[in-house]
């Protein structure tokens, strides 16, 4: 049997954690009210989604006339997807699975090949940073939030928006300081891609290298925008989960489809997935983490 100073001790511990409690919530409440009047008072980086829209049809375009414009039509034997310098662009031929779109839509897999290789080689990678890009890129996966890493998920939303926040000051202030971006940040990437379809253009190499960088320099440019305001900015692809029964329906929520051809009005399959969708998370003011819009549809060719 405890005795009374056992008993004493124990219900001061029990009133002490009670205190404890209701302190960690006064705190909570407090420390809230002082992140909403720091959010309201510091002076982001606005960037509407007009905007994004705007500078994302313009990149689309480009690519679009790009492909277009040096791709149109049935590439020439001696181009064939057998040509050993094709490199990554064959790979992501032989994903396709579609020898119709080889055969007649050739500029199409040009323009989502390009979208697929700015996703994976440009956004998001601060190479606006020039030289600081790569400690940027270590230092931004090393602070990035991962939802299922919390043990309350509930909390992602407040955690992205203070990660989000750094980025556009670290952008900023690392803006603020560098010289002007060095072209040599460009040449890997232009000689890359000049490479993998090189075989396939019907210009000169050095037209096509001309071309390829100025649409390399303005996804650079997009970027740094996005970089610089505080709402998380995401170029999506479908992902496996998005599949029925291996197949990616068309939805007109987040898909769009070529101007000239008509909207369908049934479940259809979607061939190839053009460009990527441009979806946002919160809002430049530093609000609305809990919230996800699609700024830009996916575009996508339907079968």
């Known amino acids: 049997m405890p ?21 960690r919530k006064r705190w909570k409440l407090v420390a ?20 994004l829209r705007g500078q994302t049809a313009r990149l689309r375009y480009e690519i679009w ?3 277009f414009g040096y791709f149109d039509g049935l590439p020439s034997q001696q181009m064939s997807l057998k040509n050993p310098n094709a490199g990554s662009f ?32 440009v956004f998001d990678l601060f190479l606006w940073a020039d030289t600081a890009a790569k400690p940027l890129v270590q230092l931004s996966t090393l602070l990035r939030p991962s939802e299922s890493s919390l043990c309350i998920p509930t909390g992602y939303p407040d955690l992205q ?5 750094w980025k556009a000051s670290t952008t900023t202030f690392v803006l603020d300081s560098s010289r002007p971006a060095n072209e040599s940040m460009k040449l890997p990437l232009v000689q890359a891609l000049c490479n993998a ?14 071309e390829v960088t100025d649409i390399i320099g303005m996804a650079i440019d997009l970027d740094r925008e996005i970089c610089k305001q505080v709402a998380l900015v995401s170029w999506v692809f479908p992902v496996p989960g998005d599949l029925s029964d291996g197949r990616l329906i068309f939805d007109g929520k987040r898909m769009m489809i070529e101007r000239e051809q008509s909207q369908p009005t049934h479940a259809t ?27 830009v549809k996916m575009k996508v060719m339907p079968h």
Do not use: M
């Open 3 to 23: 005795s009374q100073s056992e008993v004493e001790v124990a219900q001061l511990l029990i009133e002490k954690t009670a205190e404890a409690k209701e302190f």
């Open 32 to 51: 809230a009210e002082v992140n909403k009047l720091r959010v309201q008072n510091q002076a982001f980086y606005i960037v509407t989604d007009e905007y």
């Open 65 to 67: 006339n790009f492909a």
């Open 90 to 121: 064959q790979h992501f031929i032989s994903t396709v699975e579609d020898f119709d779109l080889y055969s007649n839509n050739f500029p199409a897999l040009v323009e989502a090949f390009l979208w697929r290789f700015l996703v994976n080689n």
């Open 161 to 165: 928006r203070r990660f989000q926040i």
């Open 197 to 210: 379809l090189g075989p396939f253009c019907r210009t000169e190499r050095l037209i096509l290298t001309k």
């Open 269 to 295: 399959n979607v061939r190839l997935v053009v460009a990527p969708a441009l979806v946002k998370r919160g809002n430049s003011n530093g609000e609305d983490f809990d919230l996800e819009n699609v700024v």
